[in-house]
């Protein structure tokens, strides 16, 4: 059940039983401290103008016409008109038994719509950065949310793996390979693969003509240039996929739409923009002039198709995934991850598009832009010789680090145990850091914050789930076992309730706003108000009663199942040891 969404339907029907019109504001918010109840109502307030009454006298009109029997004991005018709402413990605690034994804790699927999740799109002529972090592990996080909420969600990889580039890098490769070199020996560090390719393409007679003659031969498809690039690119790959199953993502090669996908459509493309007028000649190349962003002086924005020479750019590519997306996939949605500096990029993409009928009216196209990842300097996260920082390792520096944190902490745990825990904290503690944060911000990235075991971090999240895990050990239960009656009577008992029955409102803010950071904000706070709840109501204590053990212990399983959930989604491991 979604607690909110109940309470709202309740409150819009009252504010019509009492005059207000249906399209009445109805704002609805949690409240901040438990004195003031569960909710809080704040539609008088805004009504007072409409009807021209005193916001009170509205809010007295609300509280008896609003019909919540059996789910708030009672409702309280607090200040100018806002309605304070107690739940009901008796069913808090009947929603929280139901959620208990339900693998879903009684959260339901959505309607179902086709949604396409472009994310990580990483460059194929170089390994990933930190640069592909972000895009990758929030486009994750947000894809798994949706699916769990019951909806079709296609993953779209739109590697880089065309363009004039790869001229340079395939004649290269050929001269490797021509050497007797193995493609994968050849390619087994791109970074210095491109670095060798670059050297020569700047400085060596010849090369820099054989890369161009390389481009178009790719492009117009010759056999042989096309079976090297397949050579290259399937190298590329293996180097990403092995990062994928580090960062535990979904992502697999099934997910691949790379640019060279929408080669055979780009001239399609261009001559329906053409034939609608849309994109026009002007100095030999082919422009859409986009008159709703213009400039102060009332120049439209310039958004180039195809330039003055034939080639194509990103944004005929990007026209054509369009095309492809709405079109042959269905998109109801299409969410696009990437960081905020393509923001505009993305609003001129989508202008041109819908002008074109490349999507309707009914589908949204969603540019989730994210900020940038700094070092402890305040500038862009770099080696110590400034050079780029390959993702592949960051994440084994991660893992190193972890394992020594381990190494500090005293237990009873095997060494292929602790290897395996700090694999896992490890890749976990840099996901967390970086999805807690606001996803439109720049964060400053830190060691010590992020594989800490207090604070908001993964780490403390782990923990909290296997201190559940070692009550239920100790009590010989399974949390499927658990039957008794939940009781709500202590304070930390109530708060704990209401903080696992909100979790759904959590994940339909991440589902409609593409924010992590929220779902991380709500199972930290719940891990918090557990730790409250477990040092002020004692489960396995000598003189403890047995309703209050059973009532504490499927409590205790709850809140291991939801922490659980919410981290699976994110992409975050769990453990049943630490």
């Known amino acids: 059940m979604n607690l909110h969404t109940v309470l709202l339907a309740r409150f819009k029907a009252a504010l019509v039983a009492i005059g207000a019109p249906e399209d009445a504001p109805a704002p609805l918010a949690k409240s901040t401290r438990p004195e003031f109840g569960e909710y809080q109502f704040n539609g008088a307030m805004a009504l007072a103008k409409m009807l021209k009454q005193k916001p009170r006298d509205i809010a007295e009109k609300i509280v008896a016409a609003v019909d919540l029997q059996g789910i708030a004991d009672k409702l309280e005018i607090a200040g100018p008109g806002f309605i304070n709402v107690h739940l009901n413990a008796a069913f808090m605690a009947k929603q929280l038994e139901s959620a208990q034994q339900d693998p879903r804790l009684g959260i339901e699927q959505e309607t179902a719509k086709t949604i396409v999740v472009d994310y990580s799109s990483p460059n194929l002529a170089k390994e990933m950065h930190v640069g592909h972090l972000r895009s990758t592990i929030i486009g994750d ?10 909806h079709n969600v296609i993953r779209q990889n739109h590697m880089g793996d065309w363009g004039t580039q790869f001229g340079m890098l ?25 670095r060798e390719a670059k050297v020569r393409f700047d400085n060596e007679e010849g090369f820099a003509d054989r890369a161009r003659e390389y481009v178009v031969k790719l492009q117009s498809g010759d056999g042989k240039c096309l079976t090297l690039w397949q050579q290259f690119i399937d190298v590329s790959i293996t180097h990403s996929e092995e990062v994928y199953e580090k960062l535990n993502v979904s992502l697999t090669r099934d997910d691949i739409m790379g640019e060279s996908a929408y080669n055979a459509d780009l001239q399609n493309t261009l001559d329906e923009l053409k034939a609608k007028n849309i994109a026009v000649e002007d100095q030999g190349a082919q422009v859409v002039f986009i008159e709703e962003l213009a400039d102060k002086e009332g120049n439209p924005a310039v958004y180039i198709v195809q330039k003055s020479g034939g080639g194509f750019l990103y944004s005929s590519t990007d026209q054509a995934a369009i095309r492809y997306r709405c079109g042959k996939l269905g998109a109801d949605r299409t969410l696009i991850f990437t960081d905020a500096r393509q923001a505009l990029h993305f609003k001129q993409t989508e202008i041109v598009a819908r002008k074109a009928g490349f999507i309707n009216e009914q589908q949204t196209y969603e540019h989730c832009p994210f900020g940038m990842m700094l070092g402890q300097d305040g500038k862009p996260f770099k080696t110590r010789s400034g050079g780029t920082v390959k993702l592949a390792d960051l994440l084994d520096e991660a893992v190193e680090r972890a394992q020594t944190l381990m190494a500090k902490r ?4 095997s060494e292929q145990e602790r290897q395996e825990i700090a694999q896992k904290v490890g890749i976990s503690a840099v996901k967390y850091a970086d999805l807690s944060k606001n996803r439109t911000t720049d964060y400053i990235f830190n060691w010590d914050t992020m594989l800490s075991f207090e604070g908001n971090t993964a780490p403390y999240l782990q923990y909290a789930y296997t201190r559940v895990q070692s009550i239920l050990r100790n009590a010989g239960v399974t949390a499927q076992s658990l039957s008794g009656s939940i009781s709500l009577v202590a304070p930390q008992e109530r708060t704990l309730a209401i903080k696992l029955l909100q979790m759904i409102e959590s994940i339909n803010q991440v589902t409609s706003e593409a924010t992590p950071h929220v779902l991380c904000t709500y199972l930290y706070e719940l891990a918090s108000h557990f730790m409250s709840f477990y040092e002020a109501c004692p489960i396995l204590k000598e003189g403890v009663s047995e309703f209050d053990k059973q009532s504490r212990l499927r409590l205790a399983a709850l809140t291991a199942s939801t922490l659980k959930t919410g981290l699976e989604l994110l992409g975050i491991d769990t453990m049943e040891k630490m």
């Open 410 to 413: 005293e237990s009873d745990l």
């Open 170 to 194: 395939l004649a290269h490769l050929n001269d490797k390979l021509a050497a007797d070199e193995v493609a994968e020996t050849a390619l087994a560090d791109l970074e210095d693969f491109y």
């Open 141 to 150: 996080a947000v894809a798994k949310t949706l699916e769990f909420m019951g």
